[in-house]
């Protein structure tokens, strides 16, 4: 056996014995205690749509964006929204553009997050006009 063999064998024990898988685990947070962004809607929600139609995503500027969404409130920005159109349903959110001129200010409003957001209101969620979802 040729010391680099001899090697990768002493590291494949290192990392498959139970010692070490433990401390591994023990770094890292457990799922319950990371606090899920709220903006995200539950987890019952955040999943593939489920609609018997298409879940289609419209790219829009900010001029677009009002003909298809209602205003947000006061002190908040409409990223997106969710129209519902016989079994589909259409989701509008800001075109890459604009999207990345709103980033420079809210890097964390990504597009995977803006999307799960719609997607969860294409599943069924709701929430009220501070955004708190509705169980
Ligand atoms: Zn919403």
């Not at 002493?10 to 457990?30: C, E, F, M, N």
């Not at 139609?53 to 990223?79: D, H, M």
């Amino acid at each position: 056996m040729t010391v680099a063999k001899t090697m990768a064998l002493a590291a494949l024990v290192l990392v498959s014995t139970p010692s070490y898988a433990q401390k591994v685990q023990d770094r890292l947070p457990s799922p319950d205690i990371v606090a899920r962004d709220p903006r995200l809607p539950p987890k019952e929600f955040d999943k593939p749509f489920v609609g018997k139609g298409a879940l289609i995503v419209i790219r829009v500027t900010w001029e677009q964006l009002p003909l298809f969404c209602s205003v947000a409130p006061k002190g908040r920005s409409t990223l997106g929204c969710t129209v519902r159109k016989d079994d589909d349903c259409l989701v509008y959110i800001l075109r890459p553009s604009s999207l990345e001129a709103y980033q420079r200010y809210y890097p964390d409003y990504t597009y995977d997050l803006i999307f799960r957001h719609e997607r969860g209101h294409c599943n069924g969620a709701q929430h009220d006009e501070n955004g708190v979802w509705r169980k």
